[in-house]
C-alpha cells in the first residue's frame, strides 16, 4: 500500500509505502555462538564492547542483515559496520564459509584502502524446538489439581460474621471465592474432574488429634472430591466437624502432593497445589526443605493470602530466598507463586469481576512452570508436532 506524504501546501513531500505480511508460526530456537576479530576501536581507553542486531531483509527469511555496535553506557552506541548471511548459511555451523568481513559502507566509500572493520566467525549453530503450555495440553498432559485448605484458629470462630470462614448464606467468604475462582479454571485441564482436597491446623473428631493433611471429605483412603462444587460441599462440610486449632504448617500437604507426583515424571501429569492460607508459616525450615524437594517434580505450588495478616514468608516462598534449603540443597525450579486475596477484592462489590482477576494472576505462572520442567527432563509433547523452517534466533556473543 502506498500512500502520498502530505506537509506544505501545494509540495510534494515523498510517498510512504507499507507492506504486511503473515508470519508462520514456528517452534524452533536457533541459538548460536560467534567471536569477532580485529573490529575498528570506538572506546578511547580500550577495545570495543561488541553487540549485534540481527535484521531479516527480505520476506522468506532467507537473507539476515546483521549490524554491529559498539556498546555505550549512556545508549548512544557506535556504528562499527555490517555483514550479511542466511539462515541455511548459518546452519552449517562453523566453516570457512561462516566467517564474515564487518564493512562500514561510509568508511568504505571515503577510503581507497580500505579492506574491513573487523571479522566475525560463527563458532556453534544449534536449533531446539520450543514447545508451548498449549502443545502439552493437546498431548494430552493432565493437570492434577489439589487444595489445601487453613483451618488454624486465627481464622475466627466459623459461626460469626468477622470470620475468614463465616458461612454466609447470601456471599461466598474469602475461601470459597479463591476456591472457585482457581478452581473453575483448573478443572476444564483436567479429565476426570476428581480433585484431592485437605485441611491443616485442625482438631478432628472423635479424639481431637491436630492433623495437617486431613481429607476434607473425611475419607482417609480416597481424598477425591468431584468437581469444584465437590470441594466446597466438603469444605463447608468440614467447617462443622473440626475444631479450628493450630499451628500453620505447610510441609506435610506439599509433601503429600509431591510424593504423587514423584510417582508420574513421564510428563503425562502435572501436579498443582492450592494452598489457601490466613497466617504465618510455622514449620518454615521443613517447608523450605518440601518446597526444594518439589521443585524437581512435576508440580507447582500456588499459595493464596486471606485476610488481613502481613504475608512476608509467603512472599519468601515466591521469592529467590527459597530455592536453597537449610541443608544447602538447591531448587531446580521455581514453583511457588503467592498472591494476596486483598488485592483483588473489587471496590464495586462485583465478585465475579474479583474472582476472574484473581484467577488469570493466580494462574499466570503454571505455563511456564510446566514447561521448564519438561524442559529440564527433555521432554516433548505427544504427539510431536512438525517444526516451521524459519526460526527464532537468540545470539551470544
Request: charged share 25%; hydrophobic share 35%.
Amino acid at each position: 500500500m502506498e500512500r502520498v506524504l502530505s506537509g506544505i501546501p501545494g509540495k510534494k513531500c515523498g510517498n510512504i509505502i507499507f507492506t504486511a505480511e503473515e508470519l508462520s508460526n514456528c517452534r524452533d530456537i536457533a541459538t548460536m555462538q560467534l567471536c569477532a576479530n580485529k573490529l575498528d576501536k570506538k572506546d578511547f581507553f580500550g577495545k570495543s564492547d561488541p553487540f549485534l542486531v540481527f535484521y531479516r531483509s527480505n520476506e522468506d527469511g532467507t537473507t539476515v542483515k546483521v549490524d554491529v555496535f559498539d556498546w555505550d553506557r549512556d545508549g548512544s552506541h557506535d556504528f562499527i559496520g555490517e555483514f550479511t548471511t542466511s539462515y541455511r548459511e548459518l546452519s552449517r555451523g562453523q566453516s570457512q564459509f561462516n566467517v564474515y568481513e564487518v564493512l562500514n559502507p561510509k568508511k568504505k566509500g571515503r577510503k581507497k584502502k580500505y579492506v574491513n572493520s573487523g571479522t566475525v566467525t560463527l563458532l556453534s549453530f544449534k536449533v531446539e524446538s520450543e514447545y508451548t503450555f498449549v502443545d502439552f495440553i493437546r498431548g494430552g498432559t493432565q493437570l492434577n489439581f489439589t487444595v489445601a485448605i487453613d483451618f488454624t484458629a486465627s481464622n475466627g470462630n466459623p459461626s460469626q460474621p468477622t470470620s475468614l470462614h463465616y458461612m454466609n448464606p447470601y456471599q461466598l467468604n474469602a475461601y470459597a471465592m479463591a476456591l472457585k475462582a482457581v478452581g473453575e479454571i483448573v478443572q476444564d485441564y483436567d479429565s476426570d474432574k476428581l480433585f484431592p482436597a485437605y485441611g491443616f491446623g485442625a482438631k478432628l473428631p472423635p479424639d481431637g488429634k491436630i492433623s495437617h493433611a486431613f481429607p476434607l471429605n473425611s475419607d482417609c483412603e480416597n481424598a477425591n472430591c468431584v468437581g469444584i462444587e465437590g470441594v466446597l460441599e466438603a469444605y463447608y462440610d468440614c467447617l462443622r466437624k473440626v475444631q479450628l486449632y493450630g499451628p500453620t504448617n505447610f510441609a506435610p500437604v506439599i509433601n503429600q502432593v509431591a510424593q504423587c507426583a514423584s510417582e508420574v515424571t513421564d510428563g503425562s501429569q502435572y501436579f498443582v497445589l492450592l494452598i489457601i492460607t490466613d497466617g504465618v508459616i510455622s514449620d518454615m525450615v521443613q517447608t523450605r526443605e518440601a518446597v526444594v524437594t518439589a521443585a524437581s517434580l512435576p508440580m507447582s505450588i500456588i499459595i493464596v493470602g486471606v485476610g488481613p495478616a502481613e504475608f512476608d514468608a509467603m512472599e519468601e516462598l515466591d521469592g529467590d530466598e527459597v530455592r536453597v534449603s537449610s541443608r544447602g540443597r538447591v531448587a531446580e525450579r521455581d514453583i511457588v507463586q503467592f498472591v494476596p486475596f486483598r488485592d483483588y477484592i473489587d471496590r464495586s462489590g462485583n465478585q465475579v469481576l474479583s474472582m476472574a482477576r484473581l484467577a488469570k494472576d493466580v494462574l499466570a505462572e503454571i505455563p511456564d512452570q510446566l514447561l521448564s520442567f519438561m524442559k529440564s527432563r527433555g521432554i516433548e509433547p505427544r504427539p510431536s508436532l512438525t517444526p516451521s523452517p524459519t526460526p527464532q534466533i537468540s545470539v551470544h556473543l
